[in-house]
């Protein structure tokens, strides 16, 4: 597929805008915020109710209910998928990130046996530094955190074309869509040329990643390219979503909605609702993210709509 191929005007005419909501996500610590939720309980209540509150999508990670260790074992997230499934509409989005700790094999495992309608997909590899979060807490509540943070400053997040391609081949038979997580820009060409191999098919879901040490930043201009390179790339074949990671969050909303993007929020993202104020949960940033969007004169996303625009299988084709 040529970029000559693509039309342009991607995403700019929507008004229809979706919102994800990551929920606990594997890169906070339990010490960071009283309010990332960890236990099976916490995560589907909170997913739930940011459900309630407007999330079309809800992406999922799990934790050990004990110390609030990522878990990516299939048992971990049986404890909430079914609740959620049956208390709400919302698609879901399960995680083949897990932790960059984690080998590939053991990342895919829950996607590949629950067969969700979307799982997230990480499209090349970055450093991945979180040590730079160590000396904002003086204790740790976990003996694993400031390791598990300190580790990061000689660790490179692996995503090769291989581990893409596994992940990919094990879960596209299931009629798994993924949500391309793009951390800078040569993640958006290493997703055209797998679009060139004819292993993704349109609409990509491209999740733009401002934030994290090691990928793009959050300038407004960072995010402007990253949205002009995938129209170039991808024209009228994708979806475009953002995700500004901590207190960028909100202002990297407003700047893809106003492009006519989606938006992901999240206390896997930011454990912020404001300046120096800790969000309480989940749906409270959704209800930020919903205020961006109707203020601009848009509309909300229902889970259905999100699945007509993402061209989902259903919530009814899922394996749990």
């Given at each position: 597929m040529t970029e000559t191929s693509r039309k342009p005007g991607a995403t700019q005419?929507?008004?229809?805008?979706?919102?994800?909501c990551a929920v606990t996500g594997a890169i906070h610590t339990p010490t960071m915020s009283p309010y990332l939720p960890i236990t099976p309980d916490q995560i589907a209540a909170e997913a739930i109710a940011a459900a309630e509150a407007g999330a079309a999508i809800l992406h999922l990670h799990a934790r050990d209910p004990d110390t609030g260790k990522p878990d990516q074992t299939p048992a971990a997230f049986a404890r909430f998928l079914p609740r959620i499934k049956q208390a709400t509409n919302a698609a879901i989005n399960i995680t083949t990130g897990g932790s960059p700790y984690m080998k590939?094999?053991?990342?895919?495992?829950?996607?590949?046996?629950?067969?969700p309608e979307v799982a997230s997909l990480n499209m090349g590899s970055i450093n991945f530094?979180?040590?730079?979060?160590?000396?904002?807490?003086?204790?740790?509540?976990?003996?694993?955190?400031?390791?598990?943070?300190?580790?990061?400053?000689?660790?490179?997040?692996?995503?090769?074309?291989?581990?893409?391609?596994?992940?990919?081949?094990?879960?596209?038979?299931?009629?798994?869509?993924?949500?391309?997580?793009?951390?800078?820009?040569?993640?958006?060409?290493?997703?055209?040329?797998?679009?060139?191999?004819?292993?993704?098919?349109?609409?990509?879901?491209?999740?733009?990643?401002?934030?994290?040490?090691?990928g793009i930043g959050t300038h407004p201009e960072d995010v402007a390219h990253m949205k002009?390179?995938?129209?170039?790339?991808?024209g009228d074949q994708f979806r475009w979503s953002v995700l500004g990671a901590g207190a960028s969050q909100l202002r990297i909303a407003a700047q893809s909605a106003a492009l006519?993007?989606?938006?992901?929020?999240?206390?896997?993202?930011?454990?912020?609702?404001?300046?120096?104020?800790?969000?309480?949960?989940?749906a409270e940033q959704v209800v930020l993210?919903?205020?961006?969007?109707?203020?601009?004169?848009?509309?909300?996303?229902?889970?259905?709509?999100?699945?007509?625009?993402?061209?989902?299988?259903?919530?009814?084709?899922v394996a749990f």
């Open positions: 005419t929507r008004s229809k805008i979706i919102i994800t590939v094999e053991e990342r895919v495992r829950p996607a590949a046996e629950f067969k530094g979180l040590y730079h979060l160590v000396d904002k807490y003086q204790t740790f509540k976990f003996d694993w955190e400031r390791p598990h943070l300190e580790a990061t400053r000689d660790l490179v997040f692996r995503n090769s074309f291989k581990d893409i391609e596994y992940i990919l081949a094990t879960c596209y038979d299931n009629g798994t869509r993924f949500e391309f997580e793009c951390y800078d820009i040569a993640h958006l060409y290493n997703l055209s040329h797998f679009a060139d191999r004819g292993l993704v098919k349109p609409p990509f879901f491209v999740q733009s990643v401002f934030g994290l040490l090691g002009r390179t995938a129209d170039r790339l991808f006519g993007g989606n938006i992901r929020v999240g206390l896997e993202d930011s454990l912020w609702a404001g300046k120096g104020k800790l969000a309480k949960s989940n993210a919903r205020k961006i969007i109707e203020g601009l004169g848009m509309e909300v996303a229902t889970p259905d709509e999100a699945r007509e625009i993402l061209s989902l299988k259903g919530g009814d084709k």
